[in-house]
């Protein structure tokens, strides 16, 4: 009878063993219908399905290259301008353009290569991959946030800016916000990290994550949004009243000046509305699903979400450029001029190839009048002697 049971005990064993070497290789989707405590390698993060995988490629093809081609274009022209170089709020826009180009590179290759072409790395390759794209987004949102405090300081301190936003304060405040940022996007690579794939407390997001890491992470990511928010609001909240000012001095006949400057306040609580209303639909869907993963465990359903949501982040970098650089006066300005001297340079490319052609055509006609030298003249009285 002992015999008996240690033969069941060994087969119910392999089979066991078995039903998990199953599990591991089946895909996404035959993982979704199983009890998850059994997986145990990528693939229960590879949870997209076939026509999820095509609409997500699609959004990645085609807001990268554009967040790509629009950031090079907005850091192309403040660094050949003299002009911008010299003012921290161009400085602190190219830190955006910069962080934004990062982010149309590494999050679009990495996204891809993961949920699109399912590449099961080493822990340290994925970890490094994740940093990059961590330390793209994280220099993007700390660089709205130096943008929005230097548009306070601009509103509030405007005496008393000049000497409280130096360009060498501006340099310091780019370069400790970018040592910060490569420090903490790369922690996880450093050893902050689950040593396991799925049990506590290891995120249901990022595999090696560790959830006190993505905790930490996600409330820095909410600070600094809490931050914009702030000092966006106190700048709306001072347009408005001087906009009550200015109507309530002006309520008999306003003039020109008054009607002009009433616009513009106008024109600033738009466009400020408009950038929180951006920074709200683009990420607090994915820090509420970061902050749920910390304290629930996720279904596959909610990791998709989370999947199509993170997207909304590459849209945030593609949308930047439209909101902080092409709307400025001044950049516009140097941009148009970048692009009429780029005509130029090619049209004198272009007039130096002909003029090149031209010569060598004539040096080939000279060649041919030097090879036959005889005149016409000659060339009668050789045909005369012939005769």
């Known amino acids: 009878t002992l015999t008996a049971l240690r033969k069941m005990e060994n087969h119910t064993e392999l089979g066991q063993e078995a039903t998990t070497a199953l ?4 895909s996404s989707s035959n993982l979704s219908k199983t009890d998850r405590s059994l997986c145990n390698s ?53 830190s955006l353009a910069l962080a934004d180009i990062f982010a149309s590179c590494f999050f679009t290759i990495s996204f891809l290569d993961f949920h699109l072409y399912g590449q099961s790395d080493d822990p ?15 220099g993007s949102v700390g660089s709205l946030l130096l943008t929005a405090l230097d548009r306070y300081l601009c509103i509030y301190q405007a005496s008393n800016y000049k000497l409280l936003l130096t360009r060498t304060r501006a340099k310091m405040a780019i370069v400790l916000l970018w040592c910060l940022t490569i420090i903490m996007s790369f922690l996880p690579l450093m050893g ?4 396991s794939w799925l049990h506590p407390p290891c ?19 909410l600070l600094a949004l809490l931050l914009i928010t702030v000092a966006y609001a106190l700048i ?12 309530g001095q002006n309520s008999g006949r306003p003039s020109v000046k008054g009607q002009a400057r009433m616009r513009m306040d106008i024109q600033l609580a738009r466009t400020f509305s408009l950038i929180l209303l951006i920074l709200a639909v683009c990420w607090l869907p994915v ?24 997207t909304l982040c590459l849209v945030n ?35 130096r190839t002909l003029r090149q052609r031209h010569e060598n055509d004539l040096g080939k006609n000279q060649e041919t009048c030097d090879s036959n030298p005889d005149t016409i003249s000659e060339s009668v009285d050789k045909l005369q002697n012939s005769i």
Not at 287 to 310: G, H, I, P, W, Y
């Open 287 to 310: 820090l509420t699903f970061m902050l749920v993963d910390v304290t629930v465990t996720l279904t596959n359903k909610e990791q998709r979400m989370f999947a199509f949501c993170s």
């Open 317 to 351: 970098s593609c949308v930047n450029p439209l909101l902080y650089a092409l709307r400025c006066r001044e950049l516009k300005g140097e941009l148009l001029a970048l692009l009429e001297s780029c005509k130029a340079c090619r049209k004198c490319t272009l007039g």
């Open 23 to 26: 599990y591991v290789n089946e």
């Open 42 to 94: 990528l693939q229960c993060y590879m949870v997209l399905t076939g026509p999820e995988q095509k609409a997500i490629g699609s959004i990645c093809f085609l807001a990268g290259p554009v967040t790509f081609l629009e950031n090079l274009l907005v850091l192309l022209t403040i660094t050949t301008s003299a002009t911008l170089r010299r003012r921290p709020s161009y400085l602190f826009i190219s």
């Open 124 to 138: 340290n390759v994925y970890l490094f991959k994740l940093g990059g794209v961590t330390m793209a987004f994280t």
């Open 236 to 247: 709306l909240w001072k347009a408005n009243r001087h906009e009550a000012a200015m109507a």
């Open 203 to 221: 995120s249901r997001l990022f595999p090696y994550v560790d959830h006190h890491y993505l905790a930490c992470w996600t409330s820095l990511q």
């Open 192 to 195: 902050w990290r689950c040593k």
